[in-house]
């Protein structure tokens, strides 16, 4: 059975400073891995869509990083800002399942 | 704009009630999901249909019952057999087999009363 963990489980910084998420998985044979924002109360918007063959995506302020071998994905958010705040969900697509980590809330203070 | 609708954003059930939450799209995706999302946990499936007429159960079905009679929508009822049935609802769709990413609703919020 697939595991996705996220660590850490929350995260403050100060404006402008960079954001580093990170995530692993216990299943390396993944199809795709998906980095999604959840804001308090509402569904699940997708960041980024990396396929196993991939190595990173990008946009925007947005990098994530996908280490299918060793069962990580980073996702880096540059320069801060307030609207950030948010928790970052990861998750994982194999045998058509897809299987989600329990997410990092990160506040990014004024 | 194509997307996913749930209804209702607030659902509020007594003891031995069943209740319906909607779910319907317009991405003219093939699969559809329910999940559960509880604090602190990460999101749980509860059932999955990959086509219409047909659905599999997920990892925690027990107490919830779904059908896929049109591509565009999945509703899912939740039963008087469901003990703990307070949690944030989400359904999401995809391509068949997810390849492309999963589009998800903006969520029902259940809360027994």
């Known amino acids: 059975k697939q595991e996705v963990t996220q660590i850490p489980a929350a995260l403050s910084v100060p404006e402008g400073e960079n954001l580093v998420l990170n995530c692993s998985f216990t299943?390396?044979?993944?199809?795709?891995l998906q980095w999604f924002r959840q804001d308090p109360g509402k569904g699940l918007t997708s960041l980024l869509l990396?396929?196993?063959?991939?190595r990173e995506q990008t946009s925007g302020r947005l990098n994530a990083s996908l280490d299918k071998s060793s069962g990580r994905s980073t996702l880096y958010i540059a320069a801060s800002q307030p609207g950030d705040s948010a928790t970052y969900l990861c998750?994982?697509?194999?045998?058509?399942?897809?299987?989600f980590g329990a997410g990092t809330t990160v506040t990014v203070r004024a | 704009d194509g997307g996913i609708t749930q209804s209702p954003k607030y659902l509020f059930r007594k003891e031995g009630q069943n209740v319906t939450l909607s779910c319907e799209q317009n991405l003219n995706h093939d699969a559809m999901y329910w999940y559960r999302q509880d604090p602190g946990q990460g999101l749980r499936l509860i059932y999955y249909?990959?086509?219409?007429?047909?659905?599999q159960k997920g990892d925690i079905a027990e107490g919830y019952s779904v059908s896929r009679e049109k591509k565009e929508s999945f509703p899912l009822t939740v039963t008087s057999a469901q003990k703990n049935p307070t949690a944030f609802y989400l359904c999401?769709?995809?391509?068949?087999?997810?390849?492309?990413?999963?589009?998800f609703g903006s969520g029902t919020r259940l809360t027994v009363v």
């Open positions: 998750a994982v697509l194999n045998d058509y399942k897809l299987s």
């Open positions: 299943d390396s044979a993944i199809y795709n």
């Open positions: 999401a769709s995809s391509v068949t087999g997810g390849g492309y990413g999963y589009t």
């Open positions: 990396i396929q196993s063959s991939q």
């Open positions: 249909s990959q086509i219409v007429n047909d659905f």
